[in-house]
């Protein structure tokens, strides 16, 4: 994803607020944020599609799409996997970071490919992210390679039983 | 450790792993996005579509379409709330709160103690800070009400930034 060309916008990894997007989405944005969020169609043309059901057209759609990834208004445009189902595993996992030394943690735990999403928290476990390994026993062995590359400790909460996920947040 | 089902390594093929590799950072924002797989994975635009569909009525994608930015649309505040619940109901109550049309996650997860007795995790989403903590008052007076005593602590983490936000993402 291109991160590092818009300009005017901080270094993501080490700013407090990380990845903020670079504005808000105008009226026409939201309505297609809602409908995006949905069953995007599995047609030769979606956006086409998408565009006839919110009453723009195609062009638009794709444009403003792309202007919203840009700015991070989106976060993702894409298939949501769910890798459990596809043999790997996610987990939970908690460290916590002190303040000295938080940018420099924060780079070393973004960089690895496992670390789906991080989240800084207030608490004194202030770093919370979710590792996303294709293999069950790779959620341990990316822990220890984290505890090793940061001199600090991993807590893992891997979920026991899922009651309730909702994907999708009206804008 | 893991107490999930089972792996299901069933019908993931070479062409799906290709697929996945090729859409695990987003579909291309373009007029015929399969076609544009396709000709990356090397296979016809049809296929693309079928194995994403497949893929789709196996669970294996949770759905397919945009993940909005919390705080651009608005949702400033989100707020983890942690909850520890007797075992004994812990279920019933996870089912509970996991349907409250405000919460948008409810899993279980282990304590670590003694610094994290918390083994029921809900996420509250909400446009300010004070909303939230609204909410989260609600969730302990619903619990107090159908589940007396069940409950023995509780905290909320707010999420204070984003760090990263990718997604899955496996090995090429």
């Given at each position: 994803m291109s991160e590092t060309s818009t300009p005017g916008v901080a270094a993501p990894a080490a700013s407090r607020r990380g990845l903020a997007a670079t504005r808000e989405p105008d009226a026409t944005d939201r309505k297609l944020i809602n409908a995006l969020q949905g069953d995007f169609p599995l047609t030769e043309t979606p956006f086409a599609d998408v565009a006839a059901a919110v009453g723009l057209d195609e062009a638009e759609v794709i444009a403003r799409v792309q202007a919203m990834l840009r700015d991070r208004v989106l976060t993702r445009f894409g298939p949501m996997f769910q890798i459990e189902r596809m043999g790997g595993a996610f987990c939970l996992a908690a460290m916590a970071v002190p303040e000295a030394a938080w940018g420099e943690v924060a780079e070393a735990v973004n960089g690895f490919p496992e670390v789906a999403h991080n989240y800084r928290r207030e608490h004194s476990l202030n770093m919370w992210f979710v590792l996303a390994t294709?293999?069950?026993?790779?959620i341990a062995d990316v822990a220890g390679r984290i505890e090793a590359a940061t001199g600090l400790p991993v807590h893992l909460f891997p979920k026991?039983?899922?009651y309730f996920v909702e994907m999708k947040l009206e804008a | 450790m893991m107490a999930s089902p089972a792996p299901d390594h069933s019908g993931l093929d070479e062409l799906d792993r290709r697929i996945v590799l090729a859409t695990q950072?987003?579909?291309?924002?373009?007029?015929r996005p399969y076609a544009a797989v396709a000709a990356q994975v090397g296979c016809t635009e049809e296929a693309v579509r079928e194995r994403l569909t497949q893929m789709l009525e196996s669970g294996r994608i949770r759905r397919i379409g945009a993940v909005p930015n919390h705080y651009a649309i608005g949702y400033t505040a989100n707020g983890m709330s942690v909850w520890n619940i007797d075992d004994a109901v812990i279920d019933p109550v996870g089912e509970r709160v996991g349907?409250?049309?405000?919460?948008?996650h409810c899993y279980r997860r282990p304590r670590h103690l003694p610094d994290w007795p918390y083994n029921l995790f809900a996420m509250v989403h909400a446009a300010s800070r004070e909303a939230a903590l609204a909410r989260v008052d609600e969730i302990a007076m619903l619990l107090e009400r159908?589940?007396?005593?069940?409950?023995k602590g509780r905290d909320v983490l707010f999420s204070a930034g984003i760090l990263k936000k990718t997604g899955l993402r496996i090995a090429g």
């Open positions: 294709e293999r069950p026993e790779g026991e039983k899922e | 950072d987003g579909l291309p924002v373009v007029s349907a409250l049309d405000f919460v948008t159908e589940f007396r005593g069940a409950c």
